[in-house]
C-alpha cells in the first residue's frame, strides 16, 4: 500500500519544472516568469519565432545559461549554482544541440563512452558494449572507430543523441537539433527522436520542425518575446491557435 | 686557427659541450612544458585570482631578456641567501622563459575548440578538471604540436645564454666563447657550434613535423 503511495507521488514530481524563471542578457529580458513542467514520458515541443528565447530556455535547464530569479527542479531537486551536485544534477539531463558538439579529437565510440566511464565510473568494457548498441539504435554503429570530422551532419547528430542516451539520462534536452543540417539528413535525425518519444523518453525539443511537433508532441508550447504564449495539445495548437502572435506565426511559417 | 686544427684540438670539447647543450635543452623544456601546461589551466579556470597571478606570470616571463633573468638569478638571488649553481641558474632561466611561451602557444590551441565541445563535456556531468583533462588539453596539445617545436628549438637557442656565466661543464655558446679567448678560433670556432645547432634544430623539426602529422586533428 505505501508503496503504491510512493509511486503515485513519483508520478506527479515532473522531471522537469520551472518556476518564476527571469532572465536578462544586459538590457534585454529574454526569459519572462517562465512556468514549465515536463512529466515522466513527455514531449514538450517548444517553438516560436527567434529571438523569443526559446533556446535560452532550454539551456537554462541544465545551467548552461544562469537565471535571475525563480528555480528550476529536477525531480523536485533545486538545480545548484555549481559544483558537484550541479555536475551530477546535469548528468540525468541529456543534451543535443544545434552544432553536434562531438569531442573533434575522439573517435566516436570514445565520444560515447566518455561520460559513462569519467562520470558513472563504468569500466570501459561495460562502456563500449553498450555504446555499441546505442550506436547501432541509431544506425552509426559501422563509424564507431572513425573521427567526427570524417561523418556527415546527420551520422553526428544521431551520435550526440547515442552519446546522451549512454548517461542513462531522465531526459533529454533537444536545442535545435536539425537546424544546421542539410535538408536530406533532417529525416534521418528526426526518426531517430521519433523512435525514442515512442519508447518513452522524456523530451523538451526546441524546434522548427513543424510536422515533427505535429507527430510526436504530447504538449507544444509557443514562445514569443521571452514568454510563454500559449500551450497546447498540437492537434489544438495547429488547428485551433487561440493567440494572435500564435496565429500571426503559423501563418508566416505556412506561407511558402 | 683552420677547422681541421679547432676539430683536433677541441673535438672532444664540442662533443661534450653539444651533449650539454642537449641537456640543457631537454630539462628546460621538460619544465617549460610543465609550467606552460600548469600556468595555462590557471588562466582558464574559474578562481579569478589564479587568472591574475597566471597572466602577471606571463607578462614577466614573456617580456623579460634571458640575459637579464640570468644575471638577476646569478647575482641577485645570494643576496636573499639563495646560492644556486651556475648550472641551475642557466635551467631556470631557459625553463622560465619558454614556459610563458608554451601557455601562449596552448591558449592559441584551446581557442581553437569550440565552446560547444565544452558545454557538450558540462552536460554530461563531467567536473572542471574532467573537462580540462580529457577535452581542453588533448585538443589543445594536438592542434600545438608545431609551434610547441618552434618553441623547443628556441629554447635550445635560449640555452647559450649558459656562455654567459662560467658554467662547467660549457654548452655550445660557452664553448666558443672559451676557445675565442683563449687561441684565435675566429669565426670557425663559432661555425661548428652553430653547425651543431642547426643539426639538432633540423632533426627536432622533422620529428615535430612527423607527430604533428600523426595526431593533427581532422575538423
Redesign the interface.
Known amino acids: 500500500m505505501s508503496d503504491t503511495m510512493h509511486e503515485t507521488m513519483n508520478d506527479r514530481t515532473p522531471v522537469i519544472e520551472l518556476k518564476h524563471v527571469d532572465k536578462h542578457f544586459g538590457s534585454l529580458h529574454v526569459l519572462k516568469d517562465i512556468n514549465l513542467s515536463v512529466q515522466k514520458g513527455e514531449v514538450v515541443v517548444i517553438i516560436g519565432p527567434s529571438g523569443s528565447g526559446k533556446s535560452t530556455l532550454c539551456r537554462t535547464i ?1 545551467r ?1 545559461e544562469t537565471i535571475d530569479s525563480g528555480e528550476i527542479l529536477i525531480e523536485g531537486t533545486k538545480m545548484p549554482q555549481e559544483g ?1 551536485e550541479l ?9 543535443v ?1 544545434q ?7 575522439k573517435t566516436i565510440i570514445d565520444n560515447v563512452i ?2 559513462p566511464m ?2 558513472l565510473k563504468k569500466s570501459k568494457k561495460e562502456a563500449k558494449e553498450e555504446a555499441m548498441q546505442l550506436l547501432s539504435r541509431v544506425g552509426v554503429d559501422s563509424q564507431a572507430n572513425k ?4 561523418l556527415s551532419g546527420g551520422q553526428q547528430q544521431r551520435v ?1 543523441i547515442a ?1 546522451a542516451l549512454a ?1 542513462h539520462p531522465k531526459a533529454i534536452l533537444f536545442d535545435e537539433p536539425t537546424s544546421a543540417l542539410d535538408p536530406e539528413m533532417i529525416g534521418e535525425v528526426l526518426d531517430v527522436m521519433t523512435k525514442l518519444a515512442r519508447e518513452g523518453m522524456t523530451m523538451l525539443v526546441v524546434t522548427h520542425e513543424m510536422n515533427f511537433a505535429r507527430r510526436v508532441a504530447s504538449r507544444v508550447i509557443f514562445m514569443d518575446g521571452g514568454s510563454i504564449v500559449e500551450e497546447n495539445t498540437p492537434e489544438e495548437f495547429f488547428n485551433h491557435p487561440k493567440s494572435q502572435r500564435a496565429q500571426d506565426f503559423l501563418n508566416s511559417i505556412q506561407a511558402h | 686557427m683552420g677547422i681541421k686544427e679547432l676539430l683536433s684540438q677541441y673535438g672532444d670539447q664540442y662533443i661534450q659541450a653539444l651533449f650539454t647543450t642537449w641537456k640543457l635543452t631537454a630539462f628546460s623544456f621538460a619544465i617549460a612544458f610543465v609550467i606552460g601546461v600548469a600556468v595555462t589551466v590557471m588562466r582558464i579556470s574559474p578562481v579569478q585570482p589564479l587568472r591574475v597571478f597566471a597572466e602577471i606570470y606571463i607578462q614577466i616571463f614573456r617580456n623579460i631578456p634571458g640575459a637579464s633573468l640570468l644575471m638577476l638569478l646569478v647575482y641577485a638571488l645570494p643576496y636573499l641567501d639563495v646560492l644556486l649553481s651556475y648550472f641551475v641558474c642557466v635551467l631556470i632561466a631557459a625553463s622560465l622563459i619558454p614556459s610563458a611561451f608554451c601557455s601562449e602557444y596552448l591558449m592559441a590551441g584551446i581557442n581553437t575548440i569550440g565552446t560547444g565541445q565544452i558545454e557538450a563535456a558540462r552536460s554530461l556531468g563531467l567536473s572542471f578538471m574532467q573537462i580540462i583533462r580529457r577535452v581542453v588539453i588533448p585538443q589543445a596539445l594536438r592542434s600545438s604540436v608545431l609551434p610547441l617545436t618552434n618553441l623547443l628549438v628556441s629554447t635550445m637557442l635560449t640555452t647559450a645564454l649558459a656562455s654567459q656565466v662560467p658554467m662547467n661543464p660549457r654548452d655550445l655558446t660557452g664553448l666558443v666563447a672559451h676557445i675565442n679567448t683563449h687561441a684565435v678560433g675566429g669565426v670557425t670556432a663559432f661555425l661548428i657550434s652553430a653547425l651543431l645547432y642547426c643539426a639538432t634544430a633540423v632533426v627536432i623539426g622533422q620529428v615535430g613535423n612527423m607527430i604533428d602529422r600523426k595526431v593533427r586533428i581532422l575538423r
Do not use: T
Open positions: 541544465n548552461l558537484k555536475a551530477r544534477l546535469r548528468a540525468q539531463i541529456g543534451m544541440f552544432s553536434f558538439n562531438l569531442f573533434a579529437h566518455l561520460g569519467d562520470v573521427v567526427p570530422a570524417q550526440a552519446r548517461m
